[in-house]
């Protein structure tokens, strides 16, 4: 099975950087995804990685280390509309179909 | 069109009713899922569909009834179903079951059983 850790909330203000960790455990290893889901909203997708290191997207980044089973999402410039709820998910290897989730990271934007 | 498109909204229905919980997409993907979320909680996946065949069924009971008539079209069909279950279901789609891009969810249906 898969298990996957996350801290349950983060504060933060306007501009500032905050990053968001994620260690996980799992039989075997595809790759690490992460979602964000505003309140009474669908999730949405922001990045994927599979290899070490640090994927950019905008002002979103995600990083993984593979050896340490860890990954962060690390947000920069924040916005208030950046308030919301942050998922891990990983793949498993070998049932690419099964991503299980974290329990998510409540953010909240402070002006 | 780049969206899941999920009917109805919301939906309340007593625990002798049968209802069903559609899913449509046009974006050529061939894996679909349905993922259960209650509130504050991760999403927990339910079923997947790769290539219109049932693929992961993660031990969901029989009240709850996958089909995927077509490569666009998923439902869910539910029956006799609990208080338990309400929850938000999330159908979701991806080109494949090991595509790198992430999925594309739904807004969801909001169900709740009376």
């Known amino acids: 099975g898969q298990s996957l850790e996350q801290p349950s909330e983060v504060t933060a203000v306007e501009g500032a950087i905050v990053q968001i960790n994620c260690t996980y455990q799992?039989?075997?290893?595809?790759?690490l995804s992460w979602y964000q889901q505003h309140d009474g909203g669908a999730p949405t997708f922001l990045s994927y990685?599979?290899?070490?290191g640090l994927e950019e997207t905008g002002r979103f980044s995600s990083f993984l280390s593979r050896s340490d089973s860890y990954g962060y999402l690390l947000l920069q410039e924040l916005q208030m509309k950046d308030s919301a709820s942050y998922f891990c998910a990983v793949r498993p290897d070998g049932d690419a179909g099964k991503s299980t989730f974290g329990d998510g990271t409540t953010l909240t934007v402070k002006p | 069109d780049t969206e899941v498109t999920q009917t109805p909204k919301h939906l309340v229905m007593g625990m002798t009713n049968k209802k069903s919980l559609k899913c449509e997409q046009h974006?050529?993907?061939?894996?679909m899922y349905w993922y259960k979320q209650k509130a504050k909680k991760p999403p927990e996946l339910m079923f997947v569909y790769s290539y219109e065949k049932l693929s992961i069924n993660e031990s969901v009971p029989s009240r709850f009834s996958p089909e995927c008539p077509n490569s666009s079209l998923l439902n869910l069909h539910l029956h006799a179903l609990q208080p338990e279950d309400s929850a938000l279901y999330l159908c979701a789609s991806s080109q494949d079951r090991g595509s790198i891009t992430g999925y594309t969810f739904g807004s969801g249906t909001r169900l709740t059983v009376v």
């Open positions: 799992t039989s075997g290893f595809y790759g």
């Open positions: 974006m050529g993907h061939r894996a």
């Open positions: 990685n599979a290899l070490d």
